[in-house]
């Protein structure tokens, strides 16, 4: 057995020639109409570079590549050296030590924190989104307070980005993501779910921020308080008012009790002359010390901005409090009005309470201060009623500006923190333009403390820093056994493109020999695609493998809304359209009409949509330019990025220029069973 240890994935640049070969014997070969021949069984596997071979008298050898052509995440290394500042309420600036690192899933197009708790094992948990085609719930684990991290582990069957991960103790923790997922063994499993209901009327119940639980002496999850938000019906992002409600659990989040919209959270502003509603959304909420409910907001934009560029960068950061127990609730209190939001309360072993917020713009009132983005944090001594304004900490700072002068684009957002048992504080923030959740781990009024001047022309003083050559890299991605290539998500094979792969076009045929995994998603068996142009691909939906309309299809497509020519196997066909089965899946293209084979069989249920389509040349015809065409095997590769991760075993994979009959499909199988 060879193995080999590198990231990598599998995209196949197709070749197109007018020969295809049949083994005779050991080394002779007779043509058969074939143009690409990897067999993993004789003489394809990849060497030590990654090298495979064409067996084809084509001799189009390929290269196995990573799944990103960007940069590659180097590997983590924990905790780095940092520095925060914080206003000395003067005007003035102190700079204090601190920790900083950047995590990345390696294979999302970025990965943003939404949540992170401290376990009764000692353990931490961060959540994350895996932004991509689709966005999928993550998590990762920590025993040493964040200064090493296991690998992302997908939550199964979940999708979207994960809301209010919460601890309830013993083990149990939970989350919202179009239902909320239960686990019972410190977040290792995922088997128990239940519907997220919306309000008592019918609305939504949207979420961010962060939940709180009451405990009893023993730890044990009392209630559970959430803030959930909707638009009442006809009102709409920005100009409108967004309405929160607050509501109980006290059976660990199956059934809400004690729901409440405040009338205190609607508030007017003017402009124009005209008296504005405004309202609030996303909700963080903490219990103080006293017993106080301590609410942070996201509060509407306002209504000055409306006149030129915004977005909902623009919207602010309010507080309430409660002193019975959320029944009646203070009037709004406004910590920003713009520019920072997406807040994370919590709760310091010495009773303050710790605010972390996005700062997307630096806006300060209703007036712009800096093109700084980054991350800061307020501290209240006493319960809530008052917080360091003049004294808050810049946790992390950056500089950004539009070259088409639209300084609104925040390219940050999204919050985790929690808080260390001897006082530090890990806050968490999703860095855009990074692709990564940038973790800092600080302390109030941590010592030494040196006074420096907050120069603006040196916002970068942490981007000099190597916290993205921590990001991690998965250690294996693909195995080369004697007889297959076994592929684990992180690789593709790049063949050279040759011009007879290019014109292939509505005579030929696509032959895969492999045994795939079940493994959710949309993953790529073979894509053709260009830049703007998604192409051509054969895909398995592994979403709803029972009754699907499109269990396998091929697809042609200009962009993802935009659907040319379509051939999809239903999931109630026979054969059945998934296994896990060793297989020959053969794609027969005759006449710009496509069929669906598995081991000789025609699948009984296949649903044609458009005239006609071709294979390769589709691409070539929809990009002009013939030099940017990727032919992909495991992948669909585009703008410099992979997506659609194939998982399983790969034992062969041929191409031809002519559709083969059933009868050749059949010996094929027949030589492939008896080696």
């Not at 997908?154 to 993501?177: D, K, Q």
Request: glycine share 10%; aromatic share 8%.
């Amino acid at each position: 057995m060879i193995a080999l240890k590198q990231q990598t994935w599998i995209c196949l640049i197709a070749v197109c020639s007018c020969f295809f070969v049949t083994a005779v014997g050991d080394d002779k070969v007779e043509s058969d109409g074939l143009l690409l021949n990897y067999d993993f069984r004789r003489g394809s596997l990849p060497d030590a570079n990654g090298g495979i071979k064409d067996l084809s008298p084509s001799g189009i050898d390929a290269v196995i590549r990573p799944t990103t052509a960007t940069t590659p995440p180097a590997k983590r290394t924990g905790w780095l050296d940092h520095r925060v500042l914080q206003g000395d309420g003067r005007g003035g600036w102190v700079s204090r030590p601190a920790k900083i690192q950047a995590i990345r899933h390696p294979t999302a197009n970025m990965t943003m924190p939404f949540g992170l708790v401290r376990m009764d094992n000692g353990e931490l948990a961060l959540q994350c989104s895996a932004e991509g085609k689709p966005t999928k719930p993550v998590i990762a684990f920590s025993r040493d307070d964040g200064d090493t991290w296991t690998g992302f582990s997908e939550i199964p069957g979940a999708s979207g980005r994960p809301m209010l991960l919460t601890c309830h103790g013993g083990g149990t923790l939970s989350f919202v993501a179009g239902r909320r997922y239960f686990s019972h063994d410190y977040g290792r499993t995922w088997t128990d779910s239940v519907e997220h209901p919306p309000t008592r009327d019918g609305r939504p119940f949207h979420l961010e921020g962060n939940a709180w639980i009451d405990r009893d002496k023993a730890g044990k999850a009392q209630a559970i308080l959430e803030l959930g938000w909707h638009y009442a019906p006809g009102k709409k992002h920005p100009r409108d008012d967004a309405t929160v409600v607050f509501r109980r659990s006290i059976d660990g989040g199956r059934s809400w009790i004690d729901e409440l919209s405040s009338p205190q959270w609607k508030f007017t502003m003017q402009h124009g002359g005209k008296a504005w509603l405004r309202g609030v959304s996303e909700g963080a909420i903490v219990r103080a010390a006293n017993g106080d409910l301590v609410a942070v907001l996201r509060s509407d934009m306002p209504p000055s901005f409306f006149d030129g560029p915004h977005d909902d960068s623009l919207e602010g950061t309010a507080l309430s409090i409660s002193k019975d127990d959320g029944k009646t609730w203070s009037k709004m209190n406004i910590l920003f009005y713009a520019g920072r939001h997406h807040a994370n309360l919590q709760r310091l072993p010495n009773n303050d309470l710790v605010c972390t917020i996005v700062v997307r713009d630096d806006v300060d009132g209703l007036k712009l201060a800096s093109n700084r983005r980054g991350c800061d944090a307020l501290i209240s001594h006493d319960n809530g009623q008052t917080w360091n304004l003049d004294r808050r900490y810049e946790l992390d700072a950056w500089r950004y500006d539009r070259e088409d002068g639209y300084w609104v684009d925040g390219k940050c957002g999204h919050i985790a923190a929690v808080a260390i048992p001897d006082g530090h504080v890990i806050s968490a923030y999703g860095h855009y333009l990074k692709g990564a959740a940038v973790l800092v781990k600080w302390h109030p009024d941590a010592q030494p403390a040196t006074t420096v001047k907050r120069d603006l022309k040196h916002l970068e003083r942490f981007e000099s820093s190597a916290i993205l050559q921590q990001v991690a890299r998965p250690d294996v991605d693909y195995e080369a056994r004697e007889s297959s290539l076994v592929l684990s998500g992180g690789a593709w094979i790049h063949v050279p493109l040759d011009k007879q792969l290019a014109s292939l076009d509505k005579n030929a045929t696509i032959e895969l020999i492999l045994k795939p995994k079940q493994q959710d998603g949309m993953p790529i068996l073979v894509a053709c695609a260009a830049r703007s142009v998604e192409g051509f691909r054969i895909a398995y939906d592994q979403r709803n493998v029972a009754s699907s309309n499109q269990v396998l299809y091929s697809d042609q497509r200009v962009k993802i809304d935009r659907l040319e020519y379509s051939i999809q196997v239903h999931g109630q066909s026979d054969p059945r359209p998934f296994s896990t089965d060793l297989q020959q899946i053969a794609y027969v293209m005759r006449n710009g009409h496509g069929k669906f084979y598995r081991d000789g069989r025609r699948f009984s249920k296949q649903t044609e949509t458009g005239d006609g389509g071709s294979l390769f040349h589709y691409t070539v015809k929809k990009s002009r330019a013939r030099e940017n065409l990727l032919i992909s095997i495991g992948a669909l590769v585009q703008n410099a990025a992979a997506g659609g991760a194939l998982q399983g075993q790969l034992y062969a994979i041929r191409i031809y220029d002519r559709p083969l009959t059933v009868d050749k499909l059949r010996r094929n199988l027949s030589t492939n069973s008896s080696e």
